[in-house]
């Protein structure tokens, strides 16, 4: 595989993780503060920690594919990520303020 | 006039309880309390008051008492009130069971020769700075003198000073030039007293005086800063029979002209002064910060989140008379109008208990919207698949039919969801336990701009997580929900305000502030405190409208006729009157000369009266010139006024049918939705939400032609009827080519062989994870079998498509066809079309 190649796959790798961390971050948001969860109810422990697993997935997969295959640049992972999530939230409209 | 159901229990419970204990002490009662305890019952804001003193009071007994029994319509604000008596305040609430019921305290003259048992109390204000009146003080002379020594020296007496207390007796002669709570000829308040401030025997109903005033108000200019209210009840004559006065809601606040609207002298004061705002979290105030306490999980299980900014208490403070009952909850449903909340967990009684019929003077509640499942549902046009793009929410069958049925089944057309209450039912039911009050309805403010926001530095047209189609579904989402709201408000003699048009500009990723929390606040998709804000003005404007309608003064045994004309095909007729109280008795006479009455309203007809009101709903009723008859039954000799409110109601408007042709001219795609129908009417509007990866746009009209390029990914049309009801429609798009090999596509519609037929693979798209059994290509919707489906990259770019082989027969091709479109299904089962040009040889 080329670097170039290589590159490639942990671009999307790194984009898809930060979509699905963003995801899992807002479904954790509604469960945590009622938005779509059965009415008066309290949040739904075992539904919660399934999304801190996928967040942790989201997150460490495409860590550890860049590792594997770009293990000369991992350090600038963390820069990375962090891009990616601003991104998937500027791409989702949502405001921060 | 009747007392309500709950008030009479009251009462009968506080009498029999008072009965039952000979002590003077109940736990509702606190005797002979600290001056500055009596003071703090009887303002509206504790926070006023500086300090208080008793300049005179007897030694013995207990003139004094902090009351929080309902009793002769007290309190009228908060929980507890002041009794000031001329004997024993413990006797106030124990019933009538004698006519010299009282206590010789042994108090001597104070100001004169002829005054007794004299109680004067001393409130020390500190006045707001905003204020320049003392705009209320609610309260009742209540007398055991009464009636037996009117007009004798033996005149009890009120008297209300500020900052001197100067009153002094001599003789059956009272003089009180500080007095602001005088009688209409200028004279203390006494067993005497004149006008709209007589006594009678019924005003003291459940107490244990013989007779008592209406309930006064009185008010009196002032300035900001620190003033002294002088309070003084004495017995006059002599100090045998008691004397007794119930003192609340004291009140401070700005009038426009004081000489006009703050004039001294006591008038009688609105018993129906409470404020009941009910409702879900848009009535609450969800998300805005500071909540009242106790209801936001601060201590107790309570989380209603009833904002001190909610639109309630905004309107509270726009009409000064009123004093708030809040009880709108967050989450709430149409049933919680019926059950407590979480079974009662939450400390809140069913919404409608909250209606105290003698004392509710507004109602005002929006609710439907959980019912509806609104959070539900715009958590699904985010999260999860949401997410991705060209995911839309409003053609997802799971998101649009429980709405569907919630909205069928709060406008009465269904008889499930069962736990859904249909609008119709809960407002008669508002109005039964209400005859006194307005009633408002709330609408729902819409949380986007028609055309979509769009908050992405990329093309995608997404706000706060929802794309622009998804917007524009959920403002028509809105729009039909207050059209639902309004028709059943409007029906029942609701004033229905709708928030929408105050909200324009100002939706999320509007052009001008947001009146919305966004994704991330806690207060998701409810209005902000600006918002809550202009909701409280459409709601004064909505009350300020409502008097509009045609009134009627209908005099003792008269009967006054009213004409309207009812238009043709209407699904029903309703007509209410109402008056201030007595009974009018309402009868309607048909154009052909039918008559529905009280005693005989009619098969199918609804019908129902109240203290205040008489309601007739008449289902398909005759076109043409309606009589109503208004008899006054039971009204004053000056007469009963009277207003008359006449809904007529259409057929509902049948939603129209969109329909989406693609074609190809050229190398251009065209989109055509003239196949659209509205089977009531007519499309007025066609609006496309074109989706691809590098651009987002909106078009307007019956057919559009995008420009050259790449096929769109997703497209929706939005069809709008005359009626404004909207259909939504979507397709999604696949690049396509036939016969790849050529440039100008040329088929012979009568070749007896294949057609090649590419299906392209993009970034977005891999085409051979396409089922192929779903495809159906041409008006013949040709299918095409494994033998002649494979993969191959056939544009060279590097990626593999989809190549298919389909017979020529079965496509439906003709001679003059410029264009060879196909469906199917793509791999996360939304329904796609692709389409080429083609040329027939």
């Known amino acids: 595989m080329t670097t170039g190649l290589k590159g490639l796959v942990v671009a999307a790798a790194v984009a898809l993780g930060a979509l699905a961390a963003v995801g899992c971050l807002i479904e954790a948001l509604f469960e945590a503060q009622g938005f779509g969860r059965p009415r008066d109810t309290d949040p739904r422990p075992g539904y919660l920690a399934l999304l801190a697993l996928g967040f942790v997935a989201s997150v460490t997969v495409p860590a550890a594919l860049w590792r594997a295959l770009l293990p000369g640049s991992a350090p600038a992972w963390p820069l990375a990520f962090g891009a990616a999530v601003v991104g998937v939230l500027m791409i989702l409209g949502i405001s921060i303020a | ?841």
């Open chain 2, 1 to 841: 006039m009747g007392r309500g159901p709950l008030r009479i229990a009251a009462l009968l419970v506080t009498s029999a309880a008072l009965l039952a204990l000979p002590s003077a002490t109940t736990a509702a009662l606190t005797t002979n309390p600290p001056a500055l305890t009596l003071a703090r019952a009887m303002v509206a804001d504790p926070a006023v008051v500086a300090g208080a003193e008793y300049v005179a009071r007897p030694a013995a007994g207990t003139p004094v008492a902090v009351s929080s029994d309902p009793l002769a319509s007290f309190p009228t604000g908060g929980d507890e009130y002041a009794v000031l008596t001329t004997g024993n305040a413990t006797l106030a609430g124990t019933g009538n069971t004698s006519g010299s019921s009282g206590a010789n305290l042994g108090g001597g003259n104070v100001r004169g020769n002829s005054d007794y048992d004299v109680v004067i109390l001393r409130i020390d204000l500190d006045v707001p700075a905003t204020a320049n009146c003392l705009v209320g003080m609610d309260f009742r002379f209540l007398s055991e003198e009464y009636p037996e020594w009117v007009g004798t020296a033996f005149n009890d007496a009120f008297v209300a000073e500020l900052d001197e207390s100067t009153w002094t007796t001599s003789g059956s002669t009272i003089t009180a030039p500080n007095n602001f709570a005088f009688d209409p000829s200028a004279r203390p308040i006494t067993i005497n007293a004149a006008g709209v401030t007589s006594m009678t025997a019924e005003n003291a109903a459940g107490t244990t005086y013989d007779g008592a005033t209406p309930l006064l108000t009185a008010a009196t200019p002032i300035t900001p800063g620190p003033h002294s209210l002088y309070l003084s009840i004495f017995d006059q004559g002599d100090q045998v029979y008691d004397s007794a006065v119930f003192v609340d809601n004291l009140r401070f606040g700005r009038v426009a002209d004081v000489t006009d609207d703050c004039k001294p002298g006591a008038e009688l004061a609105d018993e129906h002064t409470t404020y009941v705002g009910l409702g879900d979290s848009y009535a609450s105030g969800f998300g805005v910060h500071p909540y009242f306490p106790g209801t936001s999980k601060d201590g107790t299980e309570n989380d209603c989140q009833r904002s001190t900014l909610a639109f309630a208490p905004l309107v509270e403070s726009l009409i000064t008379r009123l004093a708030l009952d809040f009880h709108a909850c967050a989450g709430a449903v149409t049933r919680d109008f019926y059950e407590a909340r979480a079974g009662g967990a939450w400390g809140e009684e069913p919404q409608l208990d909250y209606l105290i019929p003698e004392e509710t003077g507004l109602v005002t509640f929006s609710i439907g919207g959980n019912d509806a499942g609104f959070a539900d549902r715009l958590a699904d046009c985010i999260g999860g698949f949401k997410l991705l793009p060209f995911v839309t929410c409003h053609d997802d069958d799971d998101v649009t039919e429980p709405i569907a049925e919630a909205f069928a089944r709060l406008d009465g057309l269904r008889a499930t969801p069962a736990e859904i209450v249909p609008y119709d039912a809960l407002l008669k039911d508002v109005r039964a336990r209400t005859p006194f009050a307005a009633r408002v309805q709330v609408g729902y403010p819409p949380f986007f701009r028609s055309e979509g926001g769009d908050r992405t530095f990329l093309p995608g047209g997404r706000c706060e997580g929802v794309k622009k189609a998804d917007q524009r579904w959920l403002v028509e989402l809105v729009a039909e929900m207050n059209g639902i709201i309004s028709r059943n408000a409007l029906r029942n003699g609701f004033v229905f305000v709708d928030p929408t048009s105050r909200f324009i500009g100002h939706e999320l990723c509007g052009e001008d502030d947001e009146w919305f929390y966004g994704l991330l606040s806690s207060g998701r998709y409810h209005p902000t405190g600006a918002g809550q804000a202009a909701i409280a003005a459409a709601i004064i404007d909505g009350l300020a409208v409502s008097g509009d309608l045609p009134t009627l003064l209908v005099g003792p045994d008269k009967t006054v006729i009213y004409k309207f004309t009812a238009a043709g095909d209407l699904v029903l007729l309703s007509v209410i009157i109402e008056w201030p109280g007595s009974d009018v008795e309402l009868t309607l006479t048909s154009p052909s000369g039918k008559t529905y009455t009280r005693a005989a309203p009619g098969a199918g007809v609804y019908h129902a009266n109240g203290p205040t009101w008489e309601q007739f709903q008449i289902p398909h009723p005759e076109a043409g010139e309606w009589t109503a008859s208004l008899y006054g039954a039971d009204v004053p000799a000056a007469g009963e006024e009277t207003t008359v409110h006449v809904f007529q109601e259409e057929a509902r408007n049948q939603r129209p049918v969109g329909a989406i042709e693609l074609r190809r001219d050229g190398d251009r795609l065209v989109l055509d939705g003239s196949g659209s129908h509205d089977p009531d009417g007519t499309i007025t509007s066609w609006d496309w939400y074109v989706s691809s990866a590098d651009d987002d746009v909106v078009l307007q009209g019956e057919t559009v032609t995008l420009p050259a390029g790449p096929d769109p990914h997703s497209i929706t049309l939005v069809v709008t009827d005359d009626g404004g009801l909207t259909d939504f429609v979507t397709v999604s798009t696949a690049p396509m080519d036939v016969k790849p090999e050529s440039t100008d596509n040329p088929v012979n519609p009568k070749a007896a062989g294949v057609l090649p037929v590419a299906l392209l693979s993009s970034a977005a798209l891999d085409a051979t994870a396409i089922d192929a059994s779903t495809l159906r290509l041409g008006p013949g919707g040709a299918q095409v079998g494994p033998p002649h489906v494979h993969s191959e990259d056939v544009n060279g770019d590097g990626r593999a498509d989809l190549m298919l082989q389909f017979p020529n027969p079965g496509i439906g091709l003709e001679g003059g066809m410029t264009s060879l479109c196909m469906s199917g299904e793509l791999p996360d089962g939304r329904s796609f079309t692709a389409c080429d040009a083609i040329r027939t040889v």
